[in-house]
């Protein structure tokens, strides 16, 4: 048996060579294969003995490795044959096209807040388990004292406790990222009432994990604060019973400064005594309870006031099934998977079923070939592998160092978006043209008028001009530049499925918008255009407004070179398409860029058409849908502060 599986080893290592082994020394056998058995087994080499004891499975062996290198060969033949650079360009192409502005603001505080979850998570289980190193390590002290009498105990329970603070620290910094999160992210893509349900668990596992010695401050502690957090729910309730909304009513508020306010109520009566519980706790040991205990009970102490934080947005029904969902989780995890396998295939057989067919397949075959192929040709990858390199190192540590780089980055963005800059501003057209036009010029020269008003660079202005035209700069359309790049047969087939298609330009029924494709429709080379994907950026030259002198126009008051040139984006599409030449248009702008210059470019803002009919477009003002940063930011601090300090305090 030890030499059929070191022969199984050989032959499966190469196992080609054993067969050539075999046959080039019956060639070269001179003495032929018909002579006596003794001298054809002293011949032959420890391999061919091998393969002719065991021929079948020789056999096996051969056709395993036939197959395996078929199936490589196959695989380089499909790869390439089935063109992936393409199906790869397309699908990254599309979501390049999907990756705005607002898309980052609906998807970063989703992912900062679920990822601070994660690692508040983490950390509490890391503090459970430094809870029973405290247990092992005062257990071994006392054995040592025994042995030991005059050992150092006190300095190396110091040097313990602070070494095992690190998770505590990330706890706090993960609190931090979730609260100011959790405002400004959608809350329909969080599930509040599980997540309060998670909370509440992780704060009666925390608070028991506790140390006894401490046990009548953080009992009376952990009441209080259950009191003080069921107080801001009376509002919820009935007004039907008397005098209960004098509990979380406030008596006083005493503004300190211009965005905070001092309240005195009830509430604020608990947490005074909760702070004199946590002075007690801090006093323990001389002091030593800093770490031993108090720092131990804000887990417990953050737990429950996120809690009391996410209960606010949950709903009765909500809980209820948040609290089953678990007990299922919990007892009847098959029946939980059947479940939500079921549901999840009656969501996608509507989902299904409200959209195309042929569009479904065709995009799910082209988004799994390159994964497929991707996998099949690296399948010696291992994700129990991946797994364990992540593990050796501290995943709380990555978690906060990605939020921390994400967070700063949104904040420089934030700042540059919305800091410093002047709004409202009375600055007019005529000060800026007298400050930074032609006339400056002539006094000086153009370098210098552009490096005084550089100092104007901020101003969000509303002005009022006359349009003279506008012209497209560029066309984006990743979809079509996609599909150009796969093979005639497939881009034609592909632009008509997911394009559209010209016209039939019957003269009896076409519209206006036909008759105008018609004309291009035998001056193409497709049969189908996907030009509904198309972004527009566009350019439009506003020049001052005309002042009439009986009758006369000056020719200063005409001078093209006040003109200035606004960028629009393609969501002003429907308004620039109906302007017409000598329109009188209201805009609003930030000046930035080449002040001071001929023809300045300033992005558009905001437009309205004073003049236009109504027919041709709204008479109602068209502004540039923009994330509001600087309120986004407002509520989160907001909501951050009042978290931590409320009910005394609390931002305006």
């Not at 042995?147 to 105990?153: A, R």
């Not at 700063?408 to 400050?435: A, D, H, I, P």
């Not at 530049?481 to 034609?492: I, K, Q, R």
């Not at 193409?524 to 001052?544: L, N, P, Q, T, W």
């Amino acid at each position: 048996m030890p030499a059929l599986h070191d022969f199984h080893m050989r032959l499966a290592a190469n196992p080609h060579r054993l067969i050539v082994n075999f046959t080039l020394s019956h060639l070269l056998d001179k003495t032929g294969i018909w002579r006596k058995s003794e001298r054809i087994l002293l011949s032959l080499t420890p391999d061919i003995i091998f393969i002719v004891k065991y021929p079948l499975h020789v056999i096996m062996e051969l056709k395993e490795y036939l197959i395996d290198v078929a199936s490589k060969a196959g695989m380089h033949w499909l790869s390439t044959i089935v063109p992936t650079h393409h199906i790869n360009a397309l699908i990254f192409f599309f979501i390049i096209s999907n990756l705005t502005i607002d898309f980052f603001a609906f998807f970063i505080p989703l992912v900062i807040f679920y990822l601070s979850f994660i690692s508040m998570v983490i950390c509490t289980l890391k503090v459970f388990q430094d809870s029973k190193a405290w247990e092992n390590f005062r257990a071994l002290t006392d054995l040592l004292l025994r042995f030991e009498p005059n050992l150092d105990v006190e300095q190396a329970e110091v040097n313990f406790g602070w070494n095992h603070l690190e998770p505590y620290l990330y706890f706090l910094i993960s609190v931090f990222f979730v609260i100011f999160s959790f405002p400004i992210s959608d809350r329909h893509w969080i599930p509040c009432s599980e997540l309060a349900i998670i909370s509440i668990f992780f704060t009666i596992t925390s608070y028991l994990s506790l140390s006894t010695s401490a046990e009548p401050y953080t009992r009376r502690a952990l009441l209080t604060e259950i009191a003080a957090g069921a107080l801001t729910f009376v509002s919820v309730l009935p007004n039907s019973v008397p005098y209960i909304g004098l509990l979380s009513k406030t008596f006083f508020a005493v503004p300190v400064g211009h965005f905070i306010v001092f309240h005195i109520s009830i509430p604020c009566i608990f947490f005074i005594y909760l702070f004199y519980l946590f002075f007690r706790m801090a006093q323990l040991r001389n002091f030593k309870g800093v770490y031993c205990y108090l720092v131990p009970y804000m887990v417990c102490f953050m737990w429950c006031e996120l809690s009391v934080v996410i209960l606010r947005e949950s709903t009765a029904i909500g809980l209820i099934r948040a609290s089953i969902g678990y007990f299922f989780f919990l007892f009847a995890l098959p029946i939980l998977v059947v479940g939500i396998a079921v549901i999840c295939v009656v969501h996608f057989i509507k989902w299904f079923l409200t959209l195309e067919l042929t569009k479904i397949v065709v995009t799910l075959v082209l988004c799994t070939i390159p994964i497929g192929l991707r996998w099949w040709s690296k399948a010696s990858y291992s994700v129990v592998d991946m797994f364990k390199s992540l593990t050796k190192s501290s995943i709380v540590k990555l978690i906060l160092v990605w939020i921390t780089a994400i967070f700063m980055f949104c904040w420089v963005y934030v700042y540059r978006s919305e800091g410093m800059k002047v709004y409202n501003s009375t600055l007019t057209w005529q000060q800026y043209s007298f400050l930074c036009g032609p006339r400056a010029w002539k006094e000086t020269n153009m370098a210098r008028t552009q490096i005084l008003c550089s100092h104007l660079e901020g101003h969000r202005v509303t002005w009022t001009g006359r349009f003279k035209y506008v012209r497209v700069t560029e066309i984006d359309n990743s979809a079509e530049s996609a599909v150009n790049m796969l093979p005639l047969y497939v881009g034609d087939w592909m632009r008509c499925l997911y394009g559209e298609a010209y016209p039939l330009c019957d003269p009896q029924n076409v519209t206006m918008e036909e008759e105008e494709l018609c004309r291009l429709k035998f001056l193409s080379k497709y049969a189908c255009h996907m030009k509904k994907f198309d972004r527009y950026k566009f350019e439009i030259s506003v020049g001052m407004p005309l002042n009439n002198k009986n009758g006369n126009r000056t020719l200063e008051e005409d001078d093209v070179t006040k003109d200035i040139v606004l960028k629009a984006s393609n969501e002003f599409k429907t308004v620039l398409l109906s302007l017409r030449q000598g329109s009188i248009i209201e805009f609003s702008t930030i000046l930035e860029g080449r002040l001071g210059s001929k023809w300045p470019v300033f992005e558009l803002k905001a437009i309205g058409c004073l003049n236009c009919l109504a027919k041709l477009t709204p008479s109602s003002r068209h502004v540039k849908i923009e994330h509001d940063w600087r309120l986004s930011v407002h509520i989160a601090v907001k909501f951050a502060f009042d978290f931590f300090f409320a009910p005394f305090l609390s931002a305006v």
